[in-house]
């Protein structure tokens, strides 16, 4: 399985970037998917998730600005970042969990945002 994350940029705090991540090798309709990030210094943390059949889940620092959704027959998930914020700089990765998995298992290359003041 293969990921490919793209959209990252530089962009003013109150701003906004897509981000997309195209799969690869495996057909993800039936599974999980999320978006992480890591800033420099700290820890990877997850940002949003998608489950198969749509449901999602934020972290409490993305919600009501970021939005992840997926298109299943692009084989493709996204994540709308709006308002953002300099705090949400960071390297972000697209994650696939195989729906018998309770691991997210294969990962993108990572995509930086930038978020200037």
């Known amino acids: 399985v293969q990921l490919q994350a793209s959209g990252g940029g530089l962009v003013q705090a109150g701003g906004a970037l897509s981000l997309h991540c195209a799969v690869s090798g495996r057909i993800v309709n039936i599974d999980y998917m999320g978006w992480f990030r890591q800033a420099p210094g700290k820890q990877r943390e997850l940002v949003a998730k998608?489950?198969?059949?749509?449901?999602?889940n934020y972290a409490e620092f993305v919600k009501g600005r970021f939005i992840i959704s997926r298109d299943n027959a692009k084989n493709t998930v996204y994540l709308q970042m709006n308002s953002l914020k300099p705090e949400d700089t960071a390297v972000y990765y697209c994650?696939?969990?195989?729906?018998?998995?309770?691991?997210?298992?294969?990962w993108g290359q990572g995509t930086l945002v930038t978020v200037s003041s």
């Open positions: 994650a696939n969990q195989q729906y018998a998995s309770t691991t997210y298992g294969s």
């Open positions: 998608i489950d198969s059949g749509g449901p999602t």
